[in-house]
């Protein structure tokens, strides 16, 4: 990845120059000690990853930061700090990591497992997110889904082409309500607007329904939880503690998944 570091001290460009030669997928293009001179330089020369100081004068690094991703929303950026105190603003303009400092190449390697990654899912064109929060992405833009729609589709996600029954989608999704027909008029409804918008963005063909029920369509996406129930590496590396945060049903799977990684799976 074409990479370029901005911090005002020439010490710290110095050391990130020593310690990232020997780190895959480092390709260093530019090292600037003020975002000025950041900004002129993407201006003419693609850059994939940049590392950001936050405490600069002039221009801060958050403010370089909402500048970069203007000029190119793909931009991967770490943000580099003494401090912790910044994290908020960090996640607030969409930063993808960040290094306290004094960080080290050991550290610096860490980093890059987790945007090696990030760049991977951004060259698919259909990307789902269950680690921390349910996320549906065509090249590298979040789908608009909400409410039930966005929750049937996560429970129909995770069982990884399986077929669910409708009535099981209901009881779930509405914890255990009636399940009249009447009342599946609910599930109904909301199948309906999530294929809409399924429709709409271009991918319908995720959803499968069948007679009993629904299911996913695996082969035309790419999935952390199933990249990582592949035990591929990266994605290991890359889970936080967090599956399908805002879903009560989705703690029973993020225990299987601590089970696991407690018996070395």
């Given at each position: 990845?074409?990479?370029?570091?901005?911090?005002?001290?020439?010490?710290?460009?110095?050391?990130?120059?020593?310690?990232?030669?020997?780190?895959?997928?480092?390709?260093?293009?530019?090292?600037?000690?003020?975002?000025?001179?950041?900004?002129?330089?993407?201006?003419?020369?693609?850059?994939?990853?940049?590392?950001?100081?936050?405490?600069?004068?002039?221009?801060?690094?958050?403010?370089?930061?909402?500048?970069?991703?203007?000029?190119?929303?793909?931009?991967?950026?770490?943000?580099?700090?003494?401090?912790?105190?910044?994290?908020?603003?960090?996640?607030?303009?969409?930063?993808?990591?960040?290094?306290?400092?004094?960080?080290?190449e050991e550290t610096l390697e860490l980093a890059m497992?987790?945007?090696?990654?990030?760049?991977?899912?951004?060259?698919?064109?259909?990307?789902?997110?269950?680690?921390?929060?349910?996320?549906?992405?065509?090249?590298?833009e979040p789908i608009p889904l909400t409410g039930k729609?966005?929750?049937?589709?996560?429970?129909?996600?995770?069982?990884?082409?399986?077929?669910?029954?409708?009535?099981?989608?209901?009881?779930?999704v509405w914890e255990d309500r009636p399940c009249s027909?009447?009342?599946?008029?609910?599930?109904?409804?909301?199948?309906?607007?999530?294929?809409?918008?399924?429709?709409?963005?271009?991918?319908?063909?995720?959803?499968?329904?069948?007679?009993?029920?629904?299911?996913?369509?695996?082969?035309?996406?790419?999935?952390?939880?199933?990249?990582?129930?592949?035990?591929?590496?990266?994605?290991?590396?890359?889970?936080?503690?967090?599956?399908?945060?805002?879903?009560?049903?989705?703690?029973?799977?993020?225990?299987?998944?601590?089970?696991?990684?407690?018996?070395?799976?």
């Amino acid at each position: 990845m074409k990479t370029i570091i901005v911090d005002d001290e020439a010490i710290m460009l110095r050391k990130f120059k020593r310690i990232s030669e020997g780190i895959q997928d480092i390709e260093l293009v530019g090292c600037f000690e003020d975002g000025a001179s950041a900004i002129e330089y993407m201006a003419e020369h693609p850059v994939d990853l940049a590392f950001l100081d936050i405490e600069m004068p002039v221009m801060n690094g958050i403010d370089l930061a909402k500048k970069l991703r203007a000029m190119r929303s793909d931009i991967l950026i770490v943000f580099l700090t003494a401090y912790d105190d910044y994290i908020r603003d960090c996640n607030e303009i969409g930063g993808d990591y960040y290094l306290i400092k004094p960080y080290s190449e050991e550290t610096l390697e860490l980093a890059m497992e987790r945007l090696r990654l990030l760049r991977k899912r951004q060259q698919k064109e259909i990307y789902i997110q269950t680690f921390g929060r349910f996320l549906v992405m065509k090249e590298g833009e979040p789908i608009p889904l909400t409410g039930k729609a966005k929750e049937i589709l996560a429970l129909v996600v995770l069982k990884r082409g399986k077929e669910i029954s409708n009535e099981e989608l209901y009881r779930t999704v509405w914890e255990d309500r009636p399940c009249s027909n009447r009342d599946m008029t609910v599930l109904f409804n909301a199948l309906r607007r999530l294929k809409k918008t399924l429709s709409n963005a271009g991918i319908a063909d995720i959803l499968i329904t069948t007679k009993r029920g629904q299911k996913a369509n695996t082969e035309i996406f790419d999935c952390d939880y199933y990249t990582w129930q592949d035990n591929e590496r990266d994605e290991r590396a890359l889970f936080e503690g967090e599956f399908l945060t805002e879903y009560s049903w989705g703690e029973s799977a993020l225990a299987e998944i601590i089970e696991k990684i407690n018996l070395g799976f």
